[in-house]
Structure formats: structure tokens, C-alpha cells
């Protein structure tokens, strides 16, 4: 069982910057592959990042490219999302998520953590 902690949400404003963390116990992540997701009101969950913890490869959405950084800290065995230049329509819960499997499919991913609300006013 991997269980996982997010940190970092709250209230800016547009334009502003967050850093999401989260924190990974109970297995070490050697051969997972860690995701951030996030989902707005009425929305489909939405895939942001990924990261393969031991080779530390990364793959973005579209829609995040250039503006949200996904890394990780072996040694605190976590995984953060930094994110810049934030949007009204970046408000939502944002999610972490690992999995051995990798992709951008929440199907692939199967621990997660409870969440942690950005809200972004304009």
C-alpha cells in the first residue's frame, strides 16, 4: 500500500504561482510512475504530468506545457507540481496519483491521494 498526502493549495490570483506537494509512505516508489490529475466542478478528472520515479523521465498535457513543472525528491520520497502563471480556469482539485503501469489514464494509477484545492480568482 503506498499512501499519499497533498499540500500546497489555496487562493491566488491570476497570474500568481503554487507549488503542490505530496508526500509518498508505505512503499518505496523505485518502480512507479507518479501523476498529478486535477478535475474543476462538473469536469472529467484530467491528466497534468507525469514523472517515472527511477528514471525520472516526464511527459505534460497539452495544456500544461510550460507552465507546470512536475519533479520529485528522492530522499523525501515526494512529488511536487509547480505551477505558474496560473488561470481562473486552473481552479480545481489537484490530485496525485502512482502507478506502476505509467500514461496518462487514471486506470493506470492505483493509489491516490484525497486532493488539495487551487482556486484561482481573476
Known amino acids: 500500500q503506498v499512501q499519499l498526502v497533498e499540500s500546497g493549495g489555496g487562493v491566488v490570483q491570476a497570474g500568481d504561482s503554487l507549488r503542490l506537494s505530496c508526500a509518498a509512505s508505505g512503499r518505496t516508489l523505485s518502480n512507479y510512475c507518479a501523476a498529478w490529475f486535477r478535475q474543476a466542478p462538473g469536469k472529467e478528472r484530467e491528466f497534468l504530468a507525469r514523472?517515472?520515479?527511477?528514471?525520472?523521465?516526464?511527459v505534460y498535457a497539452d495544456s500544461v506545457k510550460g507552465r507546470f513543472t512536475i519533479s520529485k525528491d528522492n530522499a523525501k520520497n515526494t512529488v511536487s507540481l509547480q505551477t505558474n502563471s496560473l488561470k481562473s480556469e486552473d481552479t480545481a482539485v489537484y490530485y496525485c496519483?502512482?502507478?506502476?503501469?505509467?500514461?496518462?489514464?487514471?486506470?493506470?494509477?492505483?493509489?491516490w491521494g484525497h486532493g488539495t484545492q487551487v482556486t484561482v480568482s481573476s
Open positions: 514523472i517515472w520515479w527511477k528514471s525520472g523521465s516526464v
Open positions: 496519483a502512482v502507478g506502476l503501469s505509467g500514461g496518462s489514464s487514471q486506470k493506470n494509477y492505483d493509489y
